[in-house]
């Protein structure tokens, strides 16, 4: 069991409290998973930069900034949060990646993108969105998971989100039955999972569909035909907010739609508390059908 929550803003005037609005929801899930939790955050890509959401034990964060900017002939910004941290870059995508593995191939790149940031750790949602400042997190669009392991370790590597390409998220309520089979699939076509998790599993099944053409919508109904198992799913990109569920709907999921915004989560006390919402429209998600919303 697991609990998901996510926040599609529509209206400008909310962005500022996105974060807050968002960390409210999470805590809300507590109970459903207190092994780890995690966020990812989308703010508008005003400034150019790719945002790298990092990991490293003890890392020399700024170091690593000033060695960044170095190579990259401009300055890096970095917000320090111990083992892990937020670099900012300016460039091509490929070039400023390439010199963060050239320069600390131990640490764990848990996100990047133009607009998405990615924050996720061990512990009780409350902690670490107390610790990682997300109540202090202006944007558009996030979504959260709380986690409790069924299937794989309690590790901060092992949990939600995942964001296997650039500016896409994913969170994930249920369990698959063949990700085995789908992992060696994906493995054929040059793509690997640094876990064991069921949901990287999937996370990098979808980001496959979408760099061999499909659309998100498309992408998940093949998720559909490709695995196994119960599951609700919650997908990011700059652009899109995506929710499907399996054919039987057997894990919980509620969707709160106004003129502001839409939110989802697992259960409707962790809406009740959103401005507006006692005037929303709200429904459970049916089975099989892809919900999107895009801005």
């Given at each position: 069991?697991?609990?998901?929550?996510?926040?599609h803003l529509?209206?400008?005037?909310l962005?500022?409290?996105?974060?807050?609005?968002?960390?409210?929801?999470?805590?809300?899930?507590?109970?459903?998973g207190?092994?780890?939790?995690?966020?990812?955050?989308?703010?508008?890509?005003?400034?150019?930069?790719?945002?790298?959401?990092?990991?490293g034990?003890?890392?020399?964060?700024?170091?690593?900034?000033?060695?960044?900017?170095?190579?990259?002939?401009?300055?890096?910004?970095?917000?320090?949060?111990?083992?892990?941290?937020?670099?900012?870059?300016?460039?091509?995508?490929?070039r400023?990646?390439?010199?963060?593995?050239?320069?600390?191939?131990?640490?764990?790149?848990?996100?990047?993108?133009?607009?998405?940031?990615?924050?996720?750790?061990v512990?009780p949602?409350?902690?670490?969105?107390?610790?990682?400042r997300?109540?202090?997190?202006?944007?558009?669009?996030?979504?959260?998971?709380?986690?409790?392991?069924?299937?794989?370790?309690?590790?901060?590597?092992?949990?939600?989100?995942?964001?296997?390409?650039?500016?896409m998220?994913?969170?994930?309520?249920?369990?698959?039955?063949?990700?085995?089979?789908?992992?060696?699939?994906?493995?054929?076509?040059g793509?690997?999972?640094?876990?064991?998790?069921?949901?990287?599993?999937?996370?990098?099944?979808?980001?496959?569909?979408?760099?061999?053409?499909?659309?998100?919508?498309?992408?998940?109904r093949?998720?559909?035909?490709?695995?196994?198992?119960?599951?609700?799913?919650?997908?990011?990109?700059?652009?899109?907010?995506?929710?499907?569920?399996?054919?039987?709907?057997?894990?919980?999921?509620?969707?709160?739609?106004?003129?502001?915004?839409?939110?989802?989560?697992?259960?409707?006390?962790?809406?009740?508390?959103?401005?507006?919402?006692?005037?929303?429209?709200?429904?459970?998600?049916?089975?099989?059908?892809?919900?999107?919303?895009?801005?």
């Amino acid at each position: 069991m697991c609990g998901i929550v996510g926040l599609h803003l529509k209206t400008p005037e909310l962005h500022p409290r996105l974060g807050e609005l968002l960390a409210a929801m999470l805590d809300c899930m507590s109970s459903r998973g207190p092994d780890s939790a995690g966020v990812a955050l989308y703010r508008e890509p005003s400034d150019g930069r790719l945002r790298l959401s990092l990991r490293g034990d003890g890392r020399d964060w700024d170091a690593l900034s000033r060695d960044l900017a170095a190579d990259l002939g401009a300055a890096v910004e970095v917000e320090n949060f111990g083992d892990a941290a937020t670099l900012a870059a300016p460039g091509e995508p490929g070039r400023v990646l390439a010199a963060l593995e050239r320069m600390a191939p131990d640490i764990a790149l848990v996100g990047h993108g133009r607009a998405m940031e990615v924050v996720k750790d061990v512990g009780p949602p409350r902690d670490i969105c107390a610790h990682y400042r997300v109540g202090e997190r202006a944007g558009y669009q996030g979504i959260g998971h709380t986690r409790m392991a069924t299937e794989s370790a309690v590790t901060t590597e092992h949990s939600h989100p995942f964001a296997p390409r650039a500016d896409m998220s994913l969170v994930h309520n249920g369990s698959f039955s063949n990700p085995a089979t789908v992992r060696r699939r994906l493995e054929r076509e040059g793509i690997h999972c640094v876990t064991d998790n069921d949901t990287e599993v999937a996370a990098r099944f979808v980001a496959h569909q979408v760099d061999s053409g499909a659309d998100l919508s498309d992408a998940l109904r093949m998720v559909l035909k490709e695995l196994d198992g119960f599951f609700t799913l919650l997908v990011t990109t700059e652009t899109q907010f995506a929710v499907m569920r399996d054919s039987f709907a057997c894990k919980p999921a509620v969707i709160a739609e106004t003129d502001d915004y839409v939110a989802v989560a697992s259960e409707y006390h962790a809406l009740a508390d959103l401005p507006g919402v006692a005037d929303a429209t709200v429904f459970e998600p049916v089975p099989e059908e892809v919900y999107t919303w895009t801005r």
